[in-house]
């Protein structure tokens, strides 16, 4: 099987394939992806998914979106919304509190979770004591399991020492903070100035909090950056000695996200200097103690991440690259998805209709889709690609199943000439990416995708 290592590539080969392959498409966080799912009344699929949760017994995994954030960042792709108003902070929590109180009145049989994260926005944007009173709040009604795993996102900037005092009492042991870069020019273009030594004050404070885990965010192909700039950074970063690192390629859309139009477009990198960052992330962190997880995420052996990739119970949502594979996950908060089995939905965003469907006593759903038995195997499918780097057409049998399995076997042929490139290589079963695919995982998985079309990919972010 040829493995070589992204080392051992030449980069003008990689650079003549990423001028083939640049193209844009979904990031499959979820399959299907959000553009197909619909408005409409999905919040009695909704409870039906609870109760049967309840009466199952398993625990769930559950996301907390909160929304507010200090300062706007001009590339922020994230549902977050700027304020410093102590009514608004009060109102929403009153009404998440609203929804947890209903969700739970729908678990009869009574229910646990065994993750928590805590996204947003910002969550530690909220005053310490704010914050304390949510999750004493939602663990009350929602206990969590003996081993229970509590992770937050949170923005350093903000983050004080008593909200990470007040975490670590509760129970979490991973903390995720937004870097994204260092050089002070790029910061300046992006809205978003922070120190290197800040930065190491933050990490060593939360350590001393009793968080295990640190993951620190980057982008690369922010206006600016230069593989230069970008060396320096990573350089950088490894002082911190994070266990985790995520490395998103900027998504730039202004045409959606009007902020983002605060952005020089003359000032974007290439999608040559885009991959260069790339390779270089890749190259400099493997050299350093750190796996390639999927296609933007390095973690040191021993972190959590690392070890559910090797044992296979790697998973993808919305939240990207996680650990919960195989559990049904249940948002809380505005614009959060709830993942089942079988359905995904999507509360309102921003707050102000959020909190208003709950006052009225109803349901936060703005949209959502029920999934066919032809969405459940593709999303298995795309998942074990994205996940575990396999290409595997199930075994067809069960009834229904054979014209799916009959379309993916189609498919294939689509995706051959990727076998010439150098992407995927046979391996009896099926096929297996190697870690120049690796950095085309979205390009590999959209010949599967049921519903994409050459012009619904078009509205998508570039796919390196
Ligand atoms: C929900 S944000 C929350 C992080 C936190 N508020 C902060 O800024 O530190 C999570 C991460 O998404 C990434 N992100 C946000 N907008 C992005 C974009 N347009 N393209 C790529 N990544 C983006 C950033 O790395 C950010 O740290
Ligand atoms: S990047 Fe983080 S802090 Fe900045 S606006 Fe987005 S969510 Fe808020």
């Given at each position: 099987m040829n493995m070589k290592s992204l080392k051992d590539i030449p980069e003008e080969r990689i650079f003549n394939l990423i001028e083939k392959l640049d193209i844009r498409g979904p990031r499959y966080t979820s399959y299907p992806t959000v553009p197909v799912w619909k408005t409409g009344d999905f919040t009695d699929y909704f409870i039906d998914s609870l109760k049967r949760i309840s009466v199952d017994g398993k625990p769930v995994a559950v996301y907390?979106?909160?929304?507010?954030?200090n300062s706007r960042c001009y590339y922020c792709g994230c549902n977050s919304c700027i304020t410093r108003d102590n009514d608004k902070f009060r109102s929403y929590l009153d009404s998440i509190k609203r929804e947890i109180e209903t969700v739970s009145?729908?678990?009869?049989?009574?229910?646990s979770h065994c993750q928590l994260h805590l996204g947003g926005g910002t969550p530690t944007h909220l005053p310490a004591d704010m914050l304390a009173e949510l999750l004493d709040y939602f663990i009350e009604r929602l206990p969590g399991t003996s081993d229970v795993d509590r992770s937050i996102e949170v923005d350093p900037r903000v983050t004080t020492r008593e909200h990470l005092r007040i975490l670590s009492d509760r129970g979490f042991r991973r903390i995720s903070a937004g870097l994204q870069d260092l050089n002070h020019a790029v910061q300046k273009a992006v809205n978003r100035i922070f120190s290197a030594d800040k930065m190491k004050r933050f990490v060593d404070s939360a350590r001393d909090c009793g968080f295990t885990g640190v993951n620190i965010d980057l982008i690369y192909g922010l206006p600016l950056q230069t593989r230069k700039t970008w060396a320096e950074t990573i350089k950088a970063v490894l002082r911190f000695n994070p266990d985790r690192l995520a490395c998103f390629g900027y998504a730039h859309l202004p045409t959606k996200i009007t902020h983002q139009r605060a952005i020089n477009e003359g000032d974007l990198p290439s999608s040559r200097e885009r991959l260069g960052m790339l390779l270089d992330a890749n190259r400099f962190f493997t050299e350093n103690g750190y796996e390639a997880v999927g296609m933007d995420h390095f973690a040191r052996p021993e972190d959590e991440l690392a070890q559910a990739k090797s044992d296979g119970?790697?998973?993808?949502?919305?939240?990207?690259?996680?650990?919960?594979?195989?559990?049904?996950?249940?948002?809380?908060?505005?614009?959060?998805?709830?993942?089942?089995?079988?359905?995904?939905?999507?509360?309102?965003?921003?707050?102000?209709?959020?909190?208003?469907?709950?006052?009225?006593?109803h349901l936060p759903i703005i949209k959502g889709y029920k999934l066919d038995g032809d969405d459940v195997i593709r999303k298995k499918f795309i998942n074990n690609l994205m996940c575990n780097l396999e290409i595997r057409i199930p075994s067809g049998g069960k009834r229904g199943n054979s014209e799916t399995v009959d379309d993916l076997r189609k498919s294939m042929n689509k995706i051959r000439h990727f076998e010439d490139e150098g992407l995927i290589v046979p391996d009896g079963e099926g096929f297996t990416i190697t870690p120049l695919g690796q950095?085309?995982?979205?390009?590999?998985?959209?010949?599967?995708?049921?519903?994409?079309?050459?012009?619904s990919a078009a509205a998508f972010s570039k796919t390196i």
């Open positions: 907390m979106h909160l929304p507010y954030c009145g729908y678990f009869s049989n009574g229910a119970r790697l998973w993808r949502n919305f939240m990207g690259y996680t650990n919960n594979a195989g559990l049904e996950l249940l948002g809380l908060g505005c614009s959060a998805i709830s993942e089942f089995k079988d359905l995904f939905v999507q509360n309102l965003f921003p707050p102000e209709p959020y909190e208003k469907k709950l006052a009225a006593g950095l085309f995982l979205r390009n590999i998985a959209m010949p599967f995708d049921r519903y994409l079309s050459k012009e």
